[in-house]
Structure formats: structure tokens, C-alpha cells
């Protein structure tokens, strides 16, 4: 008994030990945008669109495990490999969306982060968006990428404060089953909230962060890409499905949490209305008690930690293997300028969009249904990608998860198309 359960902890342990790109980028998508819109979801829809995150669990999953393989069977990011499919004019404009749309990300992020601490501790919200743009850059620029990765992982915790939340407050859980399987919100708001949160769901920044953190796990390791060396493949393979489906499952979890919670006190009270996640955590003190919103703003601050690294790390990864540039976070900054150059430059562009008269909250939404059309090129082209035997070899990627990819790229085109006819049409 005693052996089996040592062997049992063990296994536990070396588990526990191999989560980290999977469950980073899962939690990053938890970012603090994300949080206003799954807490403007909630609000606005009660419990009515509470079925968008059980749809796209599997979808998400397997773009990730997608975009996973390709950076560990090639050892190279999405953005270089997009470049050996697709002329580079191409994955040039794919990858300026995907700039544009993390650097309002990164703006509303420190922005939602700023205003957490204000809530909580006073002062100015200008200065704490300084301080954590700092911190930000600092990590990425300065901490070995060993303990810089090891250290993401240990802030996806922070995610589990909107877990505390939803057990403080009164959900009505009959309505909320019906939620999550019986769609019935179709209105022009409503689309475009879905499209909102399809994008800010399966968003590419993530695809771009995941094949790249693959192929970092080889530039900083003595493994070689599986395409080389592929005796290892099925070891590799098991340690990335259960990376991914774990850090997709938290990601998804979460944001019904934040959902539920936002439905139960804001919308249950007729507030239906929320500019940010900040905003959500001041309006759940007099409804849900002080400690609920104190979880809710040490979660925006911890996830905001987590998320603006990988934004701005996903946004060089991109630029710089578009361009053939020397990537990746365990180079030295002097042996990288122009990749570390972006990292900088998006984060702080990010500042002085705080300092701007640009609605942050406005940037942040519409940046989400950004990320939510912009998907569908680059997903589409991503699926192309891993069915390549030019640049997967034999190791392209089989018909089950090629399957689910494309049904996912389709349902982001539906839900785009869908919400650009009653746009207009409006």
C-alpha cells in the first residue's frame, strides 16, 4: 500500500512537473480583458451565454494541441513556419493584426491591473501602469528563462480567486444548466458579444505563444525537434495533451466562474453594463461583500502579471520569425535587440495608450472581436500548416485533431460572418 502510493505521488509529481506551456497559455487567456468580457458576458446575458465555453473547449483544445505539435515536431514558432507555406506579404499582415490587436490588449491589461490596486490600496492608477509595465519588461529582459517560465506557472494560481468568488455568492444553478446547453441569445449584442468571446477565447497571440514556447523547450534543452529525432514522439505527445487539455480546461473554468458570478449579482440586480474587469470587482462589493471583490481584483492583478508577458513574448515571437530574426527568451538582450525590442516597445506603446484619451475599455472589446476575425485566416492557414508533409514530414498531423482544428476555424468564421450581416444589416 505504502509503495503504491509513493509510486502514485511520484507520478503525480513528474505530471505536475511537465504542465507549463499548455497551462501557462491556457491561464494567460484568462488575462484581464478577458475578464471584462466574460464579466460583460455575464451581466449583460445572465446565464444566457454560458454554452459559448462548453462549445469551445474541445475546439480550443485542439487548435492548441495543433499549434503545440508544430513548434515541437519543427522546433520552430507558427510565424516561421507560416513563412515557408504563405508569401511573406501574407504572414506579414496576419502578424500587424496580431500586433495591433496584444498591443490593446497589453493597454486595457495594465489599464484593468492599475485600476485593481487603486480599488484595493488608493493612488494613482497612471503610476501602478507604469510599475507594472516594469515588472513586465523586467522579467522578460532580465530573469533566466528557466525561473521566468517556472515562475508563469506559478502565477496561473491566481486564477482560483474567481473559484472563491463563485462560492460566495447565490447562484441559481437550475438556470445556469440551462445556460450551458440550450443557446437562445441571438440578437446583433449578442453576436457580437459571442464573437467577443470567441476571440478572446481562442485567440492567436496563444497559437503563436505555444508552438514558440515548444521550440524554446528545445533551443534550451539538449532535445531535438521530432521530425529529427522522432523515437520520443509518443512521450512528447502524452506530455503535451495533458499540458493542454489541463491549461484549457482551468482557462475554461474560469471563465464560467467569472461568468456565473457576474450573473448572479450583477445581472440579478439590473446592473448589465460593465466597462472592465476593475469596474465588475467594485460593483460586486455591496451586492457580494467586500472579500468577493478583493478576490476578484487580486485575481485581475495576478492573471494581468501572467497575461502581458505572454502577450508582448507572443507578439515578438511573431515579428521576429516573420522577419528571420534571432527569437527567443533565452537569449541575452544585447544577443537579441530587435526581439526584445518589441517586447519593450508593444508594452509601453500599451502605457501611453493609459495616458491617451483612447477609451481602453472600447479598444479592449473591439480588439477582442479583432482577435475573433483575425483567428480565422491564420487558424486556417495553421491547419494547412500541420498537414504539410513539406514541413512536418511524417509526423503531419493526423485526421481526428485536423478535424476539430478546421471545425473550429469554421465555427469562428460562422460567428464572424454572423455578427458582421447583422452589423451592417443593422
Known amino acids: ?49 454560458l454554452w459559448t465555453m462548453l462549445l469551445t473547449y474541445p475546439l480550443m483544445a485542439a487548435v492548441q494541441l495543433v499549434s503545440a505539435h508544430i513548434g515541437r515536431v519543427t522546433g520552430a514558432g507558427l510565424a516561421k513556419n507560416l513563412n515557408r507555406l504563405l508569401p511573406h506579404w501574407l504572414v506579414s499582415l496576419l502578424v500587424t493584426i496580431l500586433l495591433v490587436a496584444n498591443i490593446f490588449n497589453i493597454g486595457a491589461d495594465l489599464s484593468a491591473m492599475a485600476a485593481a490596486v487603486q480599488l484595493v490600496a488608493g493612488g494613482s492608477s497612471h503610476v501602478y501602469v507604469v510599475l507594472f509595465a516594469l515588472i513586465c519588461v523586467g522579467l522578460q529582459l532580465f530573469v533566466p528563462y528557466r525561473q521566468y ?15 472563491g468568488v463563485l462560492i460566495l455568492v447565490h447562484v441559481d444553478w437550475g438556470q445556469a444548466a440551462l445556460g450551458m446547453v440550450w443557446p437562445r441569445e441571438f440578437s446583433t449584442a449578442a453576436l457580437l458579444t459571442i464573437v467577443a468571446l470567441l476571440g478572446t477565447t481562442i485567440s492567436p497571440y ?20 521530432l521530425r529529427e529525432a522522432p523515437r520520443g514522439i509518443d512521450k512528447q505527445y502524452r506530455r503535451i495533451r495533458l499540458d493542454t487539455l489541463v491549461g484549457m480546461a482551468l482557462s475554461n ?21 460593465i466597462g472592465s474587469a476593475a469596474e465588475a470587482a467594485q460593483a460586486l462589493q ?36 516573420s522577419q528571420g530574426w534571432k527569437t527567443g527568451l533565452e537569449h541575452k538582450p544585447q544577443h537579441a535587440m530587435r526581439f526584445y525590442g518589441i517586447i519593450v516597445a508593444a508594452t509601453f506603446i500599451g502605457v501611453a495608450m493609459d495616458w491617451s484619451n483612447l477609451n481602453p475599455i472600447q479598444a479592449l472589446f473591439w480588439s477582442a472581436v479583432l482577435n475573433g476575425v483575425a483567428a480565422v485566416p491564420i487558424m486556417a492557414a495553421m491547419m494547412i500548416v500541420a498537414s504539410s508533409r513539406k514541413i512536418m514530414g511524417h509526423l503531419h498531423e493526423r485526421r481526428r485533431l485536423l478535424v476539430f482544428g478546421w471545425a473550429a476555424t469554421a465555427v469562428m468564421g ?11 444589416a443593422g
Do not use: C
Open 206 to 225: 496563444l497559437f503563436f505563444w505555444q508552438s514558440s514556447q515548444e521550440a524554446e523547450e528545445i533551443a534550451t534543452s539538449d532535445a531535438q525537434p
Open 1 to 49: 500500500m505504502g509503495w503504491g502510493l509513493h509510486q502514485a505521488r511520484d507520478r503525480l509529481g513528474k505530471s505536475l512537473h511537465e504542465l507549463g506551456p499548455g497551462i501557462v497559455t491556457g491561464a494567460a487567456d484568462d488575462d484581464p480583458s478577458g475578464i471584462a468580457t466574460y464579466s460583460q458576458a455575464g451581466a449583460q446575458f445572465g446565464y444566457g451565454l
Open 286 to 321: 455591496p451586492i457580494a461583500g467586500r472579500f468577493a471583490s478583493l478576490l476578484f481584483a487580486v485575481g485581475i492583478i495576478g492573471t494581468g502579471l501572467l497575461a502581458v508577458p505572454v502577450l508582448a513574448g507572443s507578439a515578438a515571437f511573431a515579428v521576429g520569425e
Open 414 to 424: 460562422l460567428a464572424s460572418g454572423a455578427m458582421l450581416v447583422t452589423s451592417f
Open 149 to 163: 517560465a517556472s515562475g508563469l506557472k506559478w502565477l496561473t494560481l491566481s486564477l482560483f480567486a474567481y473559484v
Open 253 to 273: 473554468l474560469i471563465a464560467l466562474a467569472i461568468m456565473l458570478a457576474s450573473a448572479a449579482t450583477l445581472n440579478a440586480k439590473g446592473i448589465t453594463d
